[in-house]
């Protein structure tokens, strides 16, 4: 039922998201073998347990998250007439406030790149566009438009939106692009996975001993848009967020954001 689960939601889902799935369905199944008995006991006991082994609320909640969604589906094929996962007290995540790259990271990370084209781009690419790594690795070479200088993502539950890309990063493009299908792919011309993205990406920041992965250029991407100006509507369009409240963890306080604030605020305070 596990692996059924799996091959119907991957559709749906990305890599990561289905890799954990996987890895939460079938720990809870050492748990509580009879999958189809399973009651709402046994998922806040299992949770429990969870929780008394040190795991953290954000992990919980992806774990509550994953059986709920597993239950939703044997309840859709028959199996089960309810999902017993309903009947658990939500676990609300942590929201904590988003790393992301210094302009002298990003600058160091752009001049170890070096002469690797491909890597350059795939870099630029996400910084510059704040892209998703399983979205980036769905793009085909008809999304992209040259001349509106746009791309067209489908993210997450099917949702097409319209992302922006700088000058620079066309030219990479423009540079790297083949004629296969896939806007990325490796050196067999086979298109990247997310794992291959996230490899890449780490092994980069590795190179300048920085904890660097995909989705902190995404978190990158959001600060310095909603430090530059942009309103947290236009980077929810931008990134693709169904709730502007996810995109609200974004505003934490930067060096810039203080800047602009002390001379603003300063010219409204007493002379001394």
Same mark, same amino acid.
């Given at each position: 039922?596990?692996?059924?689960?799996? !091959?119907?939601?991957?559709? /749906?889902?990305?890599?990561?998201?289905?890799? $954990?799935?996987?890895?939460? &369905?079938?720990?809870?199944?050492?748990? @509580?073998?009879?999958?189809?008995?399973?009651?709402?006991?046994?998922?806040?006991?299992?949770?429990?347990?969870?929780? *008394?082994?040190?795991?953290?609320?954000?992990?919980?909640?992806?774990? &509550?998250?994953?059986?709920?969604?597993?239950?939703?589906? &044997?309840? /859709?094929?028959?199996? +089960? *007439?309810?999902?017993? $996962?309903?009947? +658990?007290?939500?676990?609300?995540?942590? /929201?904590?406030?988003?790393?992301?790259? !210094?302009?002298?990271?990003?600058?160091?990370?752009?001049? %170890?790149?070096?002469?690797?084209?491909?890597?350059?781009?795939?870099?630029?690419?996400?910084?510059?566009?704040?892209?998703?790594?399983?979205?980036?690795?769905?793009?085909?070479?008809?999304?992209?438009?040259?001349?509106?200088?746009?791309?067209? %993502?489908?993210? !997450?539950?099917?949702?097409?939106?319209?992302?922006?890309?700088?000058?620079?990063?066309?030219?990479?493009?423009? $540079?790297? %692009?083949? *004629?296969?299908?896939?806007?990325? %792919?490796?050196?067999?011309?086979?298109?990247?996975?997310?794992?291959? +993205?996230?490899?890449?990406?780490?092994?980069?920041?590795?190179?300048?001993?920085?904890?660097?992965?995909?989705?902190?250029?995404?978190?990158?991407?959001?600060?310095?848009?909603?430090?530059?100006?942009?309103?947290?509507?236009?980077?929810?369009?931008?990134?693709? @967020? *169904?709730?502007?409240?996810?995109?609200?963890?974004?505003? @934490?306080?930067? $060096?810039?954001?203080?800047?602009?604030?002390?001379?603003?605020?300063?010219?409204?305070?007493? /002379?001394?």
């Amino acid at each position: 039922m596990i692996d059924d689960f799996i !091959k119907y939601s991957s559709i /749906r889902k990305s890599e990561h998201t289905i890799q $954990a799935y996987k890895t939460d &369905l079938t720990q809870f199944q050492g748990f @509580h073998p009879s999958l189809v008995s399973a009651t709402s006991t046994d998922i806040s006991n299992f949770l429990g347990f969870l929780s *008394e082994s040190g795991l953290g609320r954000n992990t919980l909640a992806r774990k &509550l998250s994953a059986i709920s969604s597993f239950y939703n589906y &044997l309840k /859709r094929i028959k199996i +089960v *007439e309810f999902n017993p $996962a309903e009947l +658990v007290e939500n676990i609300k995540p942590t /929201r904590t406030i988003p790393e992301y790259l !210094k302009l002298d990271e990003i600058e160091l990370l752009r001049g %170890v790149c070096g002469g690797d084209l491909p890597l350059k781009c795939l870099f630029e690419f996400l910084l510059t566009t704040g892209l998703r790594e399983a979205e980036l690795c769905s793009l085909n070479r008809r999304d992209i438009d040259y001349d509106r200088k746009e791309l067209r %993502v489908i993210g !997450k539950g099917n949702k097409v939106r319209v992302v922006m890309i700088p000058d620079h990063t066309l030219e990479l493009l423009r $540079a790297c %692009v083949t *004629e296969e299908e896939a806007l990325f %792919v490796n050196k067999t011309g086979r298109r990247l996975t997310s794992n291959m +993205v996230y490899y890449r990406i780490r092994r980069l920041g590795q190179r300048v001993h920085l904890n660097v992965y995909p989705h902190l250029l995404r978190h990158t991407f959001a600060t310095y848009l909603l430090d530059g100006g942009s309103t947290l509507v236009e980077v929810q369009e931008l990134l693709g @967020h *169904e709730d502007v409240s996810t995109t609200a963890i974004y505003t @934490h306080t930067t $060096a810039e954001k203080r800047g602009r604030y002390d001379k603003a605020v300063g010219r409204m305070l007493p /002379r001394v």
